[in-house]
């Protein structure tokens, strides 16, 4: 990099760490090894979440730790009827494979976060969503990835849970009506990483190549599909 | 780098570079120096953007890349209109925090890139997503967040900017109408980026102490605002 003076240069230790963190991560689901996490390590990886960015600075995110057996049971059990309305939209062969797919790792992994949603954080005038009102919600987002990739630079695993419905999660952790859950996430110890995505490694679906999703200038109807 | 050893012991190497590009992550608006960037580079910074998890494996983005200077002055008039709109909304002591406040950097930056999301793309049957629709967007959100990291430790910028209408941004690349713009990023190099966001430095808001967005077990409604 020429000319970045009196600011970062940036060398090996700064990109190594970051893009080992990314092509690492992988939604668990089957690793989890049920160990604790050291409050150390849980306190940075939601430092790191805090620190994402967020549409007029709202944080607009809170983060339910959630350990006790019997909620994450209950949890479990909605999810898996919601499989089970899911597996009933299928055709035969792709249910034969999502036959073979876990969907989650909710009693593995030893924590559950929830992460959710506060719309009226920092409102009426929240800067720079005015014009785009979900602007707040992926605000969200951002602070998800930020704990996944430290958890995964930290030794753990993450699993995105989404086979639920917003109200259920949301009676079950006792969020008002205001905010929105937007993810359970299953963090805890893993024994290892999958290289290959559990979907693509059961043949669900194939990840695409970076060609097909890179347009110049405008969009490309004959690259998009 | 994809290859997982048996076990992931993490060392200092994993953690330092992630959690300084996390940390030293700003939304850029008046750091660009209009350099471009180099070609491997950009590379792999949607490398990065596309290594981000998806809900069903949908890969659910695309990135136009837009350096065309007609079209990012367009679309900066448009971001100006709207931030008029926006000032007409702000009691007389906000405005005139908000005039300090600069919004944008689609000049400054050589490159806008507009991210946006596919909903079609995987369907019918996108798995994880049969009850929470908004789980497309939420995929593209971590991408945006790896592409942000990855920029922040090459020692780039990167400026959200949301002051459009997504209609606006939807013709001024050519998004087909099933396609709905997320975000234009301004990205390149920059001089330095601030330590403190700019909305905190001219006292629009503070950030929030994590311990105000963390609950145990279930929602904490003392602790939530």
């Known amino acids: 990099m020429t000319n970045t003076p009196a600011t970062h240069v940036p060398d090996a230790t700064d990109v190594v760490g970051l893009y080992d963190a990314m092509f690492r991560r992988r939604d668990t689901r089957a690793e989890f090894t049920g160990e604790p996490i050291p409050a150390e390590v849980l306190d940075r990886i939601l430092t790191a979440a805090h620190a994402a960015p967020s549409v007029g600075l709202s944080q607009p995110w809170d983060f339910i730790l959630v350990t006790d057996p019997a909620v994450r049971r209950s949890f479990r059990e909605h999810v898996h009827q919601e499989r089970a309305v899911f597996n009933d939209q299928l055709d035969a062969r792709q249910a034969e494979t999502f036959a073979r797919i876990k969907v989650e790792g909710i009693m593995e992994a030893g924590l559950g976060i929830v992460v959710s949603y506060d719309a009226d954080r920092g409102s009426p005038a929240v800067l720079g969503r005015h014009a785009i009102a979900d602007a ?19 030794g753990l695993g993450v699993g995105w849970v989404s086979f639920y419905r917003e109200e259920f999660l949301r009676d079950l952790v006792g969020l ?34 970076l060609s097909e999703v890179v347009h110049h200038e405008r969009y490309d109807p004959i690259r998009g599909r």
Chains 1, 2 share one sequence.
């Open 176 to 209: 008002p009506e205001t905010l929105r859950p937007i993810a359970w996430l299953c963090v805890g110890p893993v024994r290892d990483l999958p290289t290959v995505p559990d979907l693509e490694r059961h043949g669900w679906r194939n990840r695409l190549p």
């Open 136 to 154: 707040g919600l992926y605000s969200v987002c951002l602070a998800i990835q930020n704990l996944w990739l430290a958890a995964t630079a930290e």
